[in-house]
Structures are given as C-alpha cells and as structure tokens.
C-alpha cells in the first residue's frame, strides 16, 4: 500500500477523462479539487471517488425529479374536472369585438 | 448443438493492464511445445550492441519503474526496432533501445525483457493450463490503454491510438447498449467508486446504470443477478476505504503482480464455487496491453477500420488506418466444457469480445466496425451447425476436475 505513489499514466489520463466529465456537472455536484495539483495516487484516488459519486448523483437525482414530475402529472389527471356553469350569455371574442368598433 | 454452448448464459471478461504475453506466461513453453513462449533464440540489441537475452527474474514490484512507454511510437519502436522505411519489416528488436530512453540506464533497460517463471504465477500459468490459452491474442492498437479498451467495449477506437476521451460516431454503439436494446442484459463492474472506470467520457456519464462494484458482482453472483455479459475492471489504485486498504490490482507496472494474482483466482472461484453459473459461464482473463515489456511474436496485418488516424496524432510521422493488431497479450478462456491444455493459434485481438457477445446473444449485425465484423469469435454463435473444429466448449460431459484455489 503506497498512496504516495506518483500516479501512472494510465490513472493521470483517468482523472483527465474524469474532469472532462465533471465540467458537465451542474455546480451543485462539482468538486473543490484543484486536478493540476494531483501528483499521488492517493490525491488522484480521492478526485477518482469525489466525481463518480458526483456522476451517480447527479443522474439518481435526476430519475427522482422525473419520478415525482410524473407522480405530480399522474395525480393532476386523477383530479376530477370541475364542472362548467352556463351563464346563458354568449361570449363573444376579441376579433367579433373589434369588428363591431370599425 | 454441444452442451457447452447449449447451458452458455453468461461471458465474463476480466481485463488486466499492461502485460506481454512472453512475461507473463512465456515459460509455459517449456512445459508445453505447442505455447508460443520463451526460447533460446529469442534475445533484443542493448543500446551498447550487447545481445540481451529474455531472463525469468521477472519480480512482482520494484523492476519496472519508471512505467515503460508504451504510447504509439515508443511501441513502434518497440515492434520496428527504429525503422521507418516504406518497405519496413517488423523485428520485435526494440524494446530495450525503447526502454533505455526512459532512464538512460544500460543494466536497467534490460529488465524490459525479464519474465516471470510459472511458480511466480501459480493462478494464471494454471489456468492457461486447465482451460484454453490463447497463442495469438493481440492487442488492437499498438498503443496505450484507453483506445484498446475501447476496442473491447465498442468494437473500434474511433480513430485514435492515444489516452485521450473519444466521442462515439453512430452508427457504432457499445456492446452493453446493443444487448440493452435488444433486451439482454449487460454490466460494467468497476472495482469500487475509488479505482472507477476507464470509460468515464461515454459510458459512465451517460449510462451510469450500466455500472456495479466488483462487490455488487460477488453478490450477483451469489443471487443469482448476473448479468448475461459482465466485464470486470480491477483496481486500479492503492486506496482507503472504510473497511481497510485496497491495494492496486491491475498488474499495471509497477503495482504488485501478485495482487492480480489473487484478484483473478478470487473472480474464478466466485465463479467456480458456485454450482448454478459454473456449469453456464465463460470467463475470458486478459490485458488491454503489453504495457512496453517484450513479446517476440510479430502482430499482424489486419483489414483496416473506418476509421484512420492521421499522421500528426500518431507521432510517428506515420498515418494509421488500423490495419495491423497490437503487440500480443495472454488471454484464457475459462470454462468447464473446455478441455485441459488447449492451446488456441487462431488471431484474435480485444474487437473479437464485442463481436463475440454480439454473435452469441444477438446474432449478426452489419452496423459494426469493419474491425469488429473482422475479428474472430472465441465461442461459436449457438445456431445451425457449430463447427467443432472451432468450438472450444467442446465436451460432451462437464469437467470435475477444474483446480480451485485456497483464498
């Protein structure tokens, strides 16, 4: 175990991808890390941890606002209509109005 | 139809890093004369002319450091030896000229050309033993990790040969996403959100359910959740977690060789201890790349992809159509329908897992790469008439003798 490693190529261009992806992140989900400064596995480690959560979180996030969207729609139709009372009179409409004037 | 394919259900690829066929199981040769590994004849120039022969003093940690180069032109040189000529021949003569440019240290270089006896790796020199070893596994790029990976999950790399994000060019879709739309189900199982995965830019931030932890794949597997296509990534980092240290797994140079070890016996035992998969999955166990260390076998030519890359990404001063594999890597395929000691020569290279698990749990499909539609299968497609010569889940009766291994 040696989180002081200096991290590889290959984890170095994961962090790489890893901002990429960050970038795309509402700010809510952004991390505070500072990726330039990363030199130890153990730094890239927790950056590496930070977004994917972030990722993930964003997207479950996402699922429960569209859930409760639809529940909100769901209900709204389960709503019953409120009835329409007739007031005898016709209505009549802006067009028919302005006519009139001329 | 054979049994074997008959009760297939599930593919399991586990994919290491960085290792070359001769380092990791070259020795095998000596035990088997039908496995292309290490003989007498084999040997690299030193940068002071000296004839370098490949050595078994391969150790698990501390050699190789600096991590050899094994982007685009360092494995040029590697496999051409220097040679840029239009007519070039490939060598497999450079690797330690390679290596010495890194820490300019004649003694040093040549440990690029060590490899491990079989005691060293007791799980994977069984297997490949067991099960069926393949001769002619090739990388699909001569270049780094991310775009051969992306070969085993898309079937192309889109272009490029370098570790940079890729965009995905319809009409080529990932593997995961064509067996989710053709109702089959897939996963990609990281080995925690600590090490996370190499297709972060595609598949991660746009299909997040594709993932589990390699936790969530033991407990799969005990539950009888498998997915019908699992794809394992190790560990790639030394990291805290709540329940203890976790120690890098990947094999990439320079983590510790033997961690792998046991990662790859406790990813067959999980399997193999378990009396509903084990009569219904194939594991494949193999490396992305040869990660710079020596392999003699010169990879070969290859109809080219759709794709190209020109010759300012390369860094050669060479374009790249995609027309010749990677330097070659171990893979074995693991199941108990397959025979001990079978030892496979046909070419396959990393395009081969997509077209394999397309082939088998969807059938054909021309909206693939020119790479993938190319690539051989390593199990045959369970309809019509299997050839038995290319079946290698060819028992007629399970094995009851397949090796377990104390973790």
């Known amino acids: 175990m040696n989180q002081d490693r200096s991290a590889n190529a290959l984890i170095m261009a994961q962090v790489s991808h890893l901002q990429h992806a960050e970038r795309r992140l509402p700010l809510k989900y952004r991390t505070e890390i500072y990726t330039h400064a990363i030199r130890t596995e153990g730094e890239a480690a927790e950056y590496i941890r930070e977004v994917t959560e972030a990722i993930h979180k964003a997207h479950a996030d996402a699922i429960k606002r569209r859930s409760r969207r639809g529940l909100e729609i769901a209900a709204a139709a389960e709503r019953p209509k409120r009835k329409r009372v007739s007031t005898g009179k016709k209505k009549t409409s802006q067009l028919a109005k302005s006519k009139k004037k001329r | ?407």
């Open chain 2, 1 to 407: 139809m054979p049994a074997g394919l008959d009760q297939l259900k599930h593919i399991v690829v586990l994919m290491m890093e960085n290792r070359s066929f001769d380092h990791m199981l070259g020795s095998l040769s000596a035990v088997d004369a039908r496995i292309d590994g290490i003989t007498n004849q084999l040997s690299n120039l030193d940068t002071t002319g000296a004839q370098i022969k490949p050595q078994p003093l391969a150790d698990f940690q501390g050699q190789l450091n600096p991590d050899p180069d094994h982007h685009f032109p360092a494995v040029d040189l590697q496999i051409f030896d220097g040679d840029d000529s239009a007519g070039r021949a490939a060598t497999m003569r450079g690797f330690i000229k390679s290596y010495f440019n890194q820490r300019r240290d004649v003694k040093h270089s040549q440990m690029i050309m060590y490899y491990f006896p079989q005691d060293k790796l007791p799980v994977l020199t069984k297997l490949a033993l067991e099960f069926a070893i393949f001769n002619r596994w090739f990388a699909s790029i001569p270049g780094p990790t991310i775009c051969n990976r992306a070969f085993a999950h898309y079937g192309t790399s889109f272009g490029r040969v370098d570790m940079n994000p890729f965009d995905v060019i319809e009409p080529f879709k990932s593997i995961y996403s064509r067996l989710i739309n053709a109702k089959h189900t897939a996963k990609v199982y990281y080995y925690d959100t600590t090490s996370s995965t190499m297709e972060v830019v595609n598949l991660l931030q746009n299909q997040p359910q594709l993932f589990g932890t390699y936790k969530q794949f033991k407990s799969d597997c005990d539950k009888g959740l498998l997915p019908e296509y699992s794809f394992i990534e190790p560990n790639y980092n030394d990291h805290d977690t709540d329940s203890g240290e976790e120690v890098a797994n990947d094999q990439h140079p320079d983590h510790d060789v033997q961690a792998g070890e046991f990662l790859i016996a406790e990813v067959y035992m999980h399997i193999r201890g378990n009396k509903k998969l084990w009569p219904n999955t194939a594991l494949l166990v193999l490396y992305d790349e040869h990660g710079g260390i020596y392999d003699h076998v010169v990879p070969p030519a290859c109809p080219p992809d759709k794709f190209s890359a020109q010759a300012s990404s390369t860094g050669t001063g060479m374009e790249f159509k995609f027309d010749r594999l990677g330097v070659r890597v171990p893979a074995i395929l693991i199941s108990p329908w397959i025979p001990p000691n079978t030892v496979v020569d046909r070419v396959f290279d990393h395009a081969s897992i997509p077209a394999t698990v397309n082939k088998f749990f969807i059938g054909d499909d021309p909206q693939r790469s020119p790479r993938e539609l190319n690539a051989d299968v390593f199990i045959e497609p369970n309809v019509g008439t299997v050839d038995a010569k290319r079946n290698l889940l060819s028992l007629a009766t399970m094995r009851d003798d397949c090796p377990v291994f104390d973790i």
